[in-house]
């Protein structure tokens, strides 16, 4: 401590100064990187929850005495205890889910409740759980469901259902095969809801259009389908990565129903048949009228003429032999192929005998156009084409870097590597520029001693005070022919103050003491 005070004092003002102003800046660097680096690092614990939630979700934390972070809509929490308080938050129902579901329907008691309070508050739990089927999809923030039905009208048919759904996505834009999706989700848990009555709306791009995205991703995935049959068959003949496959499906998109009604009129069937007889006889008196004719048949003379008859009828009734078909095409059938190959060139020796690369015979190639025509179904009635060409492939130059494990990839982040840095160079500069110079700088020199006079009886141990005392004996004095004539006496009192210069000052010190006491 008295090196310091002494170091201190050996200082001047503008030193001074200097080194408190470096001590008091270190320090204040010292403290605040002391503070950034006893500060945990911070991870993400939720994002985009409701006021509601997310309140609940920072009086839990408060109350377990966790460190966190409010930033927007985000909350953080320590990195190292970030997944426990997930699971011990889960384990309490936090964060709550913005809407109700199904539990709406446990409060309605069958006192005082009505058809149309109960109809309101099942629809209500019907969209809760469509938002909350939605909201467990990792690419989607924030849902909301709104299902709208008709009044009820007396005598009228019931109007069909009609929903729309607005979502918040957390990666980028909601995209058609996902809107898609959503239509059908929603489409299936409404009775009598169709997927084109539901509408989605993205809050960041606007509403969603129901394009059916079903045909193009079939067509692709049955392109990717027949190309790899086709590469891999080909790798077999001219080794892999040397024949580049191309396919292009077009197919149906529209459905058809056909019915068909075919009558074969040599195809006859006995549906029924009925038949029916009648007979029956008339006769005439033959002469003239007389007495005997009118007299009962015994008493009669004579005999008259008379005829019968008899009448078949059958009807049968014939079934003509029908043949009845409905045909229903679905949409996914292929209406027209297109596959172009191209095979490498393959290794030979050119007209000099050096290596070189030809293409390859018409033998093989057809060959090989055989195996890919067989291998892809292809149709020439249907209008399918096949392009298969062996040509040279040209080297192509890798692009891009290689990506290797650097330095930032270990354990240690780029955060905690800056703050390594950075408190290594405050020690350092608190070593070399601060420290250093105070440690190593040379003491003042002490105040020498007052000059001994010779002959005035004052010993080394006397201080000259300036002050002349009458009763001590006078030295004696040196003579003018000591002093050389030709030296200037202002010259010579310069060179006398630069050789004792530490004894004058210490004589204009005295001086100035005495006046001040006097």
């Keep these: 401590m008295q090196n310091l005070v002494t170091l201190w004092n050996t200082l001047d003002n503008r030193r001074r100064m200097i080194v408190a102003g470096a001590t008091v800046a270190v320090f204040a660097a010292v403290l605040v990187l002391s503070r950034m680096?006893?500060?945990?690092?911070?991870?993400?614990?939720?994002?985009?929850?409701?006021?509601?939630?997310?309140?609940?979700?920072?009086?839990?934390?408060?109350?377990?005495?966790?460190?966190?972070?409010?930033?927007?809509d985000a909350i953080q929490v320590p990195a190292d205890r970030r997944d426990s308080l997930r699971m011990e938050l889960a384990a309490e129902g936090l964060p709550a889910a913005t809407g109700k579901g199904y539990e709406l329907l446990d409060a309605l008691s069958g006192f005082g409740t009505t058809a149309q309070m109960f109809d309101a508050a099942q629809w209500r739990a019907i969209e809760g759980e469509l938002a909350r089927t939605l909201l467990a999809s990792p690419g989607i923030r924030a849902a909301r469901v709104h299902i709208s039905r008709g009044a009820a009208r007396a005598f009228a048919q019931a109007d069909s259902p009609t929903a729309s759904v607005a979502v918040t996505p957390s990666l980028g834009p909601v995209t058609g095969p996902q809107a898609q999706a959503i239509r059908h989700l929603v489409a299936a848990a409404v009775a009598g809801l169709t997927p084109d009555q539901v509408q989605v709306i993205d809050t960041t791009t606007g509403l969603v259009q129901a394009e059916d995205a079903t045909m193009p991703a079939a067509a692709s995935a049955r392109a990717a389908e027949i190309r790899g049959n086709v590469e891999r068959l080909l790798a077999a003949r001219v080794g892999p990565g040397r024949a580049v496959v191309e396919v292009a499906v077009d197919l149906v998109t529209e459905s058809e129903t056909i019915s068909e009604r075919k009558i074969d009129p040599d195809g006859r069937v006995v549906v029924s048949s009925a038949?029916?007889?009648?007979?029956?006889?008339?006769?005439?008196?033959?002469?003239?009228?007389?007495?005997?004719?009118?007299?009962?048949?015994?008493?009669?003379?004579?005999?008259?003429?008379?005829?019968?008859?008899?009448?078949?009828?059958?009807?049968?009734?014939?079934?003509?032999?029908?043949?009845?078909?409905?045909?229903?095409?679905?949409?996914?059938?292929?209406?027209?192929?297109?596959?172009?190959?191209l095979v490498d060139a393959a290794d030979g020796l050119a007209e000099d005998g050096t290596p070189a690369r030809t293409p390859r015979s018409e033998e093989e190639m057809a060959v090989l156009r055989d195996l890919v025509a067989s291998a892809v179904g292809l149709d020439e009635a249907r209008g399918d084409v096949l392009t298969l060409r062996s040509l040279e492939f040209l080297p192509t130059a890798e692009q891009g870097a290689l990506a290797e494990a650097g330095l930032l990839s270990g354990p240690l982040n780029l955060m905690q590597l800056v703050q390594m840095a950075v408190l290594a160079g405050v020690a350092l500069v608190l070593g070399l520029f601060v420290l250093r110079p105070i440690l190593t700088a040379p003491p003042r020199a002490l105040p020498a001693p007052p000059l001994a006079l010779a002959g005035m009886g004052i010993g080394s141990a006397d201080a000259l005070t300036g002050v002349i005392d009458d009763d001590a004996p006078l030295p004696p004095m040196a003579l003018v022919g000591d002093f050389p004539v030709d030296e200037d006496p202002v010259a010579r009192l310069r060179r006398l103050i630069n050789e004792r210069q530490a004894e004058s000052v210490e004589i204009l010190r005295g001086w100035m003491e005495a006046e001040e006491r006097t």
């Design 37 to 72: 680096a006893a500060t945990p690092q911070m991870a993400l614990l939720y994002s985009g929850l409701d006021p509601a939630a997310a309140g609940a979700v920072v009086a839990a934390l408060e109350a377990r005495g966790v460190a966190h972070q409010v930033q927007a």
């Design 275 to 341: 038949s029916e007889q009648q007979s029956g006889s008339q006769s005439q008196p033959g002469g003239a009228v007389t007495v005997a004719s009118n007299l009962p048949d015994q008493a009669g003379a004579g005999q008259g003429a008379g005829s019968s008859n008899e009448t078949a009828r059958e009807t049968v009734n014939y079934e003509l032999s029908e043949t009845r078909r409905d045909l229903r095409r679905e949409p996914g059938d292929i209406r027209r192929l297109s596959v172009a190959v």
